[in-house]
């Protein structure tokens, strides 16, 4: 392909680059440093970093990301390992895959049933004689319903870096006396390690901005990210102290990426060796 | 690596495939109940149905919702399988780099930062919000989903497998159709299967840049489910599966059929 | 190769397919075409019955789209690309967007039940002789609670609120102006203080509030409280009629301190193109016989005095949603606030949303 083409070729990505990716980050960048009144300034990196309410509310949202990734982690290991090693695998994983296909919002809405006073789960307790809970409106129902509906996320990068191991180095270290842990701890785990990262990367971030969940099942109590950044678009109209929100939160990220980077970086380079 | 799962792999695989249904099961069950609450089953009834059915909004909305997800996952899937080939015949590191990380500002940054930026977006451009700014937006955040199931495939290939087919004579755009293709196929269509999910599962972005009246299904539940339960919800709910379902049927039969293809290929490579 | 240009030839068949069949969805339900009307108003704020009978009278097709606060409907019709024929703004929403010319200002010359409205509520210091707004509900702001749970009439306080036996019992409404509202007043100042001390205050208090409170949504409340889900919230009167309806254990309290009293009204925003169908519409909403019906649905207060005399007796003398005048003296009205004070009660009532 000569270089004409494959401009021609390229354009729609390249476009797509432009407008969808650095364009509007561009303009949230911009209009952070406006007020509402539509003037210069810099008071909303003031308020957010002297303010302790913004901070503090930042850790929680990344705390409350941080549970729901690691309880989902935790679930979704074991399950795509087991999954795995299924005979029609490829059938399970769809079915993982079939409840992310019902819509987030309708999950939701199953669970405000599930969870209300006079729910499933309510029943379940009392037909144990474990009496009657208020479930709605708690931080364990939000992290648990978040991890719901994350899990899937989870479990398909792990269980596509499971089937990508190759067979004859289980068999390698089978042959060469290895217990079936030593195995899995020596020689599965670190294969699937991108699995794993791609998986946190995948299932965390979109945690810190579940604001219809922290609405719907949080009840509002739990304001996240997500929630600030919302409630500052759509409601207050204080596009300037959301977009320094949506800041912070881009910078955050990139640091995040160039560290996991750097490391893919370094293991290539032990690998080429 | 096919070996059979322990006992308690199988336990733990039934118990997490419970709970992983049980809230749809849950949802569907009461679109049949004769109630107005999801508590207390009441007796059998198809009303919601009906309901659902008479309600041409939530038919349009429905059709709007599909009609979104497939469009913009088929554009995606296009504009993102050729991002992947832009990233992978990079020349220099710094600039492959560089792509890749550009490429991932969609994908790690949280759904109301894309909905906010994208808002800002289209109001300093005067885009009228609706149909065609939503698909747009699903479009954008389906791209680096799709690339990023592309481009190991891309990756895996290898060199030579191009060099032995240049040293044969192939033209490039033979070696395109005949060999990079079908090779990156399953990856291609991974690509297309993610970008639907991410549509269909998608409120945040698609909450910040509706209007004029044009609405998906995960906005008009929030709106909805805001107002208090509603079985036409769990109807509609049990519809959605069944069409998931479908789509699901599909996509095996898809990859099945292309495995298959691929080990008769595979069988006739070993037997030459 | 081949196989993937059939599969994306099919697939662009079946968007085709999907997109005509939408669009002719579109067209029965008449979200097309010139005969409508594009009503964004609240959630569940009008009997749907009337919409039918509207369209059935007028052959106009009334599209309805929601809103759950004032500011969320600001921020749309400022923002644009909308195409809203009328919207619902409370008192100082109307100000706010008069101020920022989001209104047409209403042709009298085409309404012809304005007489229907009470003196009360017309020629408010929000709209100054009604020439951008027709009243449309009034109510209050108030304390609902079970009397499963809570002991009948021992509510009448808004400091109640703070006692530590309702520990994470409370739902409450969210909207910024209401909660900064109600602890002002709990504190004797005005709910339209621009007094950054006063506003501080109200919101170290509310602070001490969060305990208490379970949840800050708006729709739900009804469904929750209906349910028993929680035995206390703050909500306003017709939402609290509405839930009494279905739990006849709900009782709706105004505090005796005072509270807030408001008026939503219907006004024009400057988006409208159908003008026929908005004066139809407006007319057929002040004819006392559907302001009536509407009423009984709604569960506010009308501000259409003829209209009130065809409700039923029990509702005429309910005194929790048409109280006494001693009590609406005490009622406070919201005032429209200059931009940084707004910022300043928004900013303050989510750094309490925050605080939890």
């Known amino acids: 392909m000569n270089k004409g083409t494959k401009a021609i070729f390229m354009t729609p990505y390249i476009l797509w680059l432009g407008l969808f990716v650095i364009a509007p980050v561009g303009l949230i960048f911009y209009y952070s440093f406006f007020n509402v009144q539509g003037q210069f300034t810099l008071d909303n990196y003031r308020n957010f970093f002297a303010s302790g309410t913004y901070l503090a509310m930042t850790a929680n949202s990344v705390l409350y990301a941080f549970l729901i990734t690691l309880i989902a982690l935790l679930i979704s290991y074991p399950m795509a390992y087991y999954i795995s090693k299924l005979k029609h695998r490829d059938l399970w994983i769809l079915l993982v895959i079939l409840p992310t296909w019902i819509n987030l919002l309708l999950k939701a809405y199953a669970f405000i049933g599930l969870l209300s006073r006079d729910g499933l789960v309510n029943n379940l307790s009392q037909f144990f004689g474990l009496g009657v809970h208020h479930m709605l409106f708690t931080n364990a129902s939000f992290i648990l319903v978040a991890a719901y509906i994350q899990i899937p996320f989870m479990i398909l990068p792990i269980y596509n870096s499971l089937v990508d191991i190759n067979g004859s180095f289980i068999r390698a270290s089978h042959d060469l006396g290895a217990t079936t842990y030593q195995t899995f701890t020596k020689i599965i785990l670190p294969l699937t390690k991108p699995g794993i990262q791609s998986g946190v990367q995948i299932v965390f971030i979109p945690s810190l901005s579940l604001f219809m969940l922290s609405r719907l099942i949080g009840g509002n109590k739990i304001i996240t990210l997500g929630t600030a950044v919302e409630e500052h678009f759509l409601t207050t109209m204080n596009w300037g102290m959301g977009s320094t929100i949506g800041v912070v939160l881009i910078i955050s990220m990139v640091i995040v990426m160039l560290l996991t980077n750097t490391k893919k970086k370094k293991r290539g380079q032990l690998n080429a060796k | 690596m096919q070996s059979k799962a322990s006992k308690f792999g199988k336990f733990y695989l039934i118990f997490i495939f419970l709970l992983l249904y049980i809230p749809i099961a849950y949802l569907i069950i009461y679109s049949f109940s004769k109630g107005t609450t999801m508590a207390n089953f009441h007796g059998f009834t198809l009303k919601h149905y009906q309901d659902l059915f008479a309600d041409k909004r939530m038919l349009a909305i429905f059709l709007n919702t599909i009609l979104i997800a497939l469009l913009s996952s088929l554009i995606s899937t296009i504009i993102g399988t050729i991002g992947a080939f832009a990233v992978h015949n990079a020349r220099k590191r710094h600039t492959k780099q560089t792509l890749l990380s550009l490429n991932s500002i969609l994908l790690v940054s949280p759904d109301v930062i894309i909905g906010a930026s994208f808002l800002i977006f289209f109001t300093s451009l005067s885009v009228p919000l609706g149909f065609w700014s939503v698909l747009l937006s699903h479009i954008a955040f389906e791209i680096p989903i799709v690339l990023l199931m592309v481009l190991p495939r891309l990756n895996e290939m290898s060199p030579s497998l191009i060099n032995a087919a240049l040293d044969l004579g192939a033209t490039p755009s033979q070696i395109l159709s005949q060999i990079i293709i079908p090779y990156i196929q399953p990856g291609i269509i991974a690509g297309f299967f993610m970008a639907i999910t991410y549509s269909l599962d998608d409120f945040a972005v698609t909450f910040f840049v509706t209007g004029n009246g044009f609405t998906t299904l995960s906005v008009e539940i929030y709106s909805r489910a805001r107002q208090g339960i509603d079985l036409e919800i769990n109807a509609l709910s049990g519809i959605m599966f069944i069409f998931s379902l479908i789509l699901v049927l599909v996509y095996y039969f898809i990859e099945s059929h292309n495995v298959s293809k691929g080990r008769k290929k595979n069988r006739l490579e070993a037997v030459e | ?356």
Not at chain 3, 346 to 354: A, R, T
């Open chain 3, 1 to 356: 190769m081949k196989r993937l240009l059939i599969a994306i030839t099919s697939l662009l068949i079946i968007c085709a397919g999907l997109a005509f069949g939408s669009n002719e969805l579109q067209k029965t339900t008449g979200d097309t075409g010139s005969k409508v009307l594009n009503l964004y108003n609240w959630g569940d704020y009008i009997d749907p019955s009337l919409i039918t009978k509207f369209q059935k009278e007028t052959g106009y097709h009334v599209n309805v789209e929601t809103f759950d606060s004032n500011e969320a409907m600001y921020t749309k019709i400022k923002q644009g690309g909308t195409n809203y024929d009328l919207t619902v703004p409370s008192d100082y929403m109307v100000q706010k967007m008069k101020q920022d010319k989001l209104l047409i200002p209403l042709d009298k010359s085409q309404l012809t039940g304005i007489s229907n409205y009470g003196q009360d509520y017309m020629n408010k210091t929000f709209d100054p002789g009604n020439k951008y707004s027709l009243p449309y509900f009034w109510g209050t702001l108030g304390i609902i609670y079970n009397d499963k749970y809570i002991k009948k009439g021992s509510i009448a306080h808004w400091n109640q609120l703070w006692d530590k036996k309702y520990k994470n019992r409370i739902m409450l409404i969210d909207s910024a102006r209401d909660i900064m509202g109600l602890s002002l007043i709990s504190m004797g100042k005005s709910v339209n203080t621009t007094n950054t001390a006063d506003l501080k205050a109200a919101k170290r208090k509310l602070d001490k509030l969060a305990p208490n409170v379970k949840a800050v949504v708006a729709d739900e409340i009804k469904m929750y409280m209906a349910e028993g889900e929680a035995p206390l919230a703050v909500d306003w009167s017709g939402e609290a009629a509405e839930m009494m309806s279905q739990n006849s254990h709900l009782h709706y309290v105004v505090p005796t301190e005072g509270s807030n009293m408001w008026f939503d009204n219907l006004v024009i925003p400057k988006t409208a193109k159908h003008f026929t169908a908005i004066y139809k519409f407006l007319n057929f909403m002040s004819e006392p016989e559907n302001a009536a019906k509407n009423a009984e649905y709604i569960g506010y207060s009308t501000p259409n005095t003829k209209a009130f005399k065809l409700l039923p007796k029990q509702i005429q003398t309910d005194k929790q949603f048409y109280p006494d005048q001693q009590v609406i003296d005490r009622l406070q009205v919201y005032k429209n606030l200059s931009q940084q004070k707004v910022e300043q009660y928004n900013d303050l009532y989510l750094e309490f949303k925050m605080k939890h």
